[in-house]
């Protein structure tokens, strides 16, 4: 069995000592995993990670050799002691792996003791803010492609073995297939690849190379083109050796262009592709893609049937990282708030949930950040977060309370998805949610408010701190 106990920043660990070693270590808390600006300036964010995160949890331990390593930085030996046994024993609810999410809405919350709240902070924000940002990501290249298939081709650029998650997270958010063997066979996702360069290069002759490879290979030979000259040499080698191979009952599946002038290239390819009477011979392109540059693609016409996706994709490039953040919001039943000079920084008091409300037409209206306890049917309005004369009504709306219990007593208690079905998931709830906010320029802002009772608990609290 693994123990995840030292996966933890170690500030975690001095804090859950001093909150043992003076007592504390039995408050009664809530936190809040949620974070605060979209990525890629975008709308909205793919929830993922969830699944991973709950199995990691599971097995959130601390092995001899473990507490050996922490006595070996002078923590207390009676704190050692309580370590040997520890295992998360809390609740944790959260919304749907898959689910579409907005900023500042609540999309975790942990309940249990300080301690075992405290110590899994860490390994919370790292699972779940990387697979979100890579889901995303995954998600807006997908809508670019407008129905053409993404492959993953990111393991070789991607952050160490963080590529295993990101795969996964990849497939969430809609990749067809990925190149990480050691992914696809974890979380059971379709493998796909076919050759590189070096395959053609360590032949003398290219159409050798290409021959070769399809004997070996029959039921999925895509021909890498543009080893030497993709018009002049790759795309009639690849003509030929369908020539030579339609006899035998055997079809060349597709050819890759991997640099060049890709719209160019990939409309001359298609060109003398049918002109041989090859029109179902697919063409794929890889190279430096993202969601800006296919796009761009298909704005000029580009013949291009599947894109092979790496680096960009497999690294959230250009943000770096999702600015997730968990957050104590209560404390042996008394509400707790952050306060900051940078208002995007200031915390919501006390257990909360999170109501969505759909329109007539069962597309997204608004997301309600209530408190835990409030009864749902009774919220006839909620109001904008800081502009007081801003209020919505929800009376009479279709709503959907979107935390779930995953783990009660430290035990899951609810199926965690498989990958397939988060995505499939993903694409049920994408249709919710109007066009103009997945825009990649200045996309339509979610609204989300608060519910009178959280409003007024939140004002009554800064009423207090300033008097």
Known sequence: MKNYGLYTDYYEITMSQAFFLSGKGTDQTSFDYFYR???YGGGYLVFA??????????????????????????????????????????????????????????????EGNIIECQLIETLLLNILNYESLIATK???????????DIIDFGLRRAHGTGAVQASKAAMIGGAVATSNVYAARKYNLKVSGTMAHSWVQSFLDEYEAFRTF???????????????NTLESGVPNAIKLADELKDKGIKVKGIRLDSGDLSYLSRKARQMLDEAGYPDIIITASNQL???????????????????????????????????VYKLSECNGIPRMKISENIEKVTLPGAKKVVRYFDDHGQFFRDAIVKSSEDVTAITE????????????????????????????????????STQEAYEYLQERSKQLADEHYRFISPH??????SAALKQERDDFLNRLSS
Request: glycine residues 8%.
């Open 214 to 228: 399809a004997e070996i290979h029959p039921d999925n030979c895509i021909l890498l083109v543009d080893t030497y």
């Open 290 to 324: 993202n969601e800006y540059v296919i796009n761009s693609l298909l704005e000029q016409d580009a013949k291009i049937d599947a894109f092979g996706v790496g680096t960009e994709m497999i690294t959230g490039k250009p943000d770096a990282s999702l600015d997730g």
């Open 382 to 417: 909620i109001s904008h977060p800081s502009v007081d004369y801003k209020k919505t009504p929800v009376k009479g709306l279709k709503y959907e309370e979107l935390q779930k219990l995953i783990m009660k007593d430290g035990e899951v208690v609810s199926p965690l998805p």
């Open 37 to 39: 600006t979209n990525p």
């Open 138 to 148: 995954t998600f807006r290249i997908v809508q670019a492609a407008k129905g053409r």
């Open 49 to 110: 990670g969830l699944s991973d995160a709950i199995e990691m949890i599971k097995d959130f331990r601390f092995s001899s050799e473990d507490l050996q390593f922490l006595t070996n930085q002078g923590l207390d030996s009676r704190f050692i002691d309580y370590l040997k046994d520890f295992k998360f024993r809390g609740n944790i609810y959260a919304m749907r792996e898959g689910e579409i999410a907005f900023p500042r809405v609540p999309i975790v919350r942990v």
């Open 445 to 450: 802002i979610y609204k989300v408010g608060l």
